[in-house]
């Protein structure tokens, strides 16, 4: 697969991605986001400056592109991100209300036990599930979100050609007057 088919290919959340895709992904975006944070450095710019973040929302767009179509290979609809990420905050909840009732005041500031009990019960499941996406082995085959991935590790779905209906004739779209009920024919 050229270059460029593979860079339209990451920027597409359909299709599919294997492991090695989501791993040149993973490469793309690191590398990306070091450039822009030495050239940042370089310039005298902070992390915060306003060009920041349009750089961080497409590497964000990017990051859930590669997650969708990795979703796509292991089988699983893009929506699974969002029922994970519902799944997450619920967590999220439950156990800093847990952590707040169970553990002093004073604990809970920014190193202390309670606080790293909280980042640490979130930050699990996450890389749970990040190394789940890097090392569950793709469905063999193609699936319906594309043929199995292979070269670089993407695939697009074949593109289906789109059935365009027929145009209405107005004299079939207007009811003839005996179809009409009797309420819309009366004179005003």
Not at 20 to 29: P, R, T, Y
Not at 91 to 112: D, F, H, R, Y
Not at 137 to 162: I, K
Request: overall charge positive.
């Amino acid at each position: 697969m050229p270059l460029h088919t593979t860079l339209v290919s990451m920027l597409d959340p359909r299709g599919r991605c294997n492991r090695k895709g989501l791993l040149i992904a993973a490469i793309v975006m690191l590398s990306i986001d070091i450039a822009a944070g030495l050239g940042l450095w370089a310039s005298g710019r902070r992390l915060d400056d306003p060009l920041v973040m349009p750089l961080k929302a497409a590497l964000i767009y990017l990051a859930i592109s590669a997650a969708a179509q990795r979703l796509h290979d292991l089988g699983h609809s893009a929506w699974a991100m969002l029922w994970a990420m519902l799944g997450l905050v619920g967590w999220s909840v439950v156990l800093g209300i847990t952590v707040i009732l169970q553990v002093p005041p004073e604990k809970m500031a920014v190193g202390e036990t309670g606080h790293l009990i909280v980042l640490t019960g979130i930050a699990l499941p996450l890389l749970g599930l990040l190394l789940w996406m890097h090392f569950a082995a793709g469905m063999t085959g193609a699936n319906r979100f594309g043929p199995e991935p292979s070269g670089l590790g993407f695939s697009r779905r074949p593109s289906q050609p789109r059935e365009v209906p027929a145009p209405i004739e107005a004299a079939e779209a207007l009811p003839s007057p005996a179809q009409m009920p009797a309420q819309y024919l009366r004179a005003a």
